[in-house]
């Protein structure tokens, strides 16, 4: 009977967020041929100086996964991965809805915590990441690393995006490059307003790469490839 009740228990936990913690997988929540373009960035932009930052890490799996690709390659870098671990921030997200985001997805994120994100990191590898809980529209520009080398955005709402946008840029390696999850154009999240807001107030052409908004160094010249032709 013990163990009967311990099967249907961890049955009941595997179908949870935190399920793929068991089989020390982590949970990835960007797209698999988003997080190619991710790795892409990060081998591109492995001499530009500087940390390598995540606004909007959700449980954290994307981060532990790159910060391990990272050492394994021999790149040693910062990684810092901000998040508010309390989901979306209710003002911003009815921004969104107004803009015409499914209010079902208000709750998405708001499992998450802290704490278990760093208990999580360490078992899976990625004990020197540094988590930041905050609201990218309030965390002073202070507490993001003096310069970054590549950043990925990923906090879905058009708000925060621009916020983050407005204070990693001038943070930005000459040869940085930041990626935007969520730009597709008719999706349900509206981080590509936030996106074209940024670019429009900065005079920057939009670019894009299988759904993900770029922004690059005045420097960096990178290339996608075929990956850039299927935006």
């Known amino acids: 009977m013990e163990s009967l009740m311990r099967a249907r228990v961890y049955g009941l936990i595997k179908r949870t967020p935190f399920g793929p913690y068991i089989n020390n997988c982590p949970p990835i ?4 041929e988003r997080l190619y373009a991710w790795t892409h960035v990060l081998m591109q932009t492995r001499h530009a100086p500087g940390s390598v930052v ?21 790149i040693h870098k910062p990684y810092v991965a901000i998040d508010t671990f309390n989901g979306f921030v209710p003002e911003q997200f009815d921004a969104d809805v107004a803009l015409g985001t499914p209010r079902r997805l208000r709750k998405s994120f708001d499992y998450i915590s802290l704490p278990s994100v760093r208990r999580a990191a360490h078992k899976m590898g990625a004990p020197d990441i540094r988590f930041v809980q ?3 529209c309030r965390i002073p520009s202070e507490q993001l690393p003096q310069q970054i080398s590549a950043c990925l955005v990923d906090v879905d709402l058009s708000q ?10 001038p943070l930005l390696s000459p040869n940085g490059v930041i990626v935007v999850d969520d730009c597709p154009e008719g999706d349900d999240y509206k981080a590509r307003i936030g996106y074209q807001r940024f670019l429009a107030e900065q005079g920057l052409q939009e670019r894009y790469v299988l759904g993900m908004g770029v922004v690059t160094g005045p420097t960096a010249d990178i290339d996608f490839g075929w990956l850039e032709r299927t935006a």
């Open 29 to 32: 929540r960007i797209g698999p």
């Open 54 to 74: 995540e606004v909007g890490c959700s449980l954290g799996g994307t981060a532990m996964w790159s910060d391990r690709m990272l050492r394994q390659a021999g």
């Open 134 to 136: 905050g609201d990218i």
């Open 160 to 169: 925060p995006v621009y916020a983050a946008l407005t204070k990693v840029y």
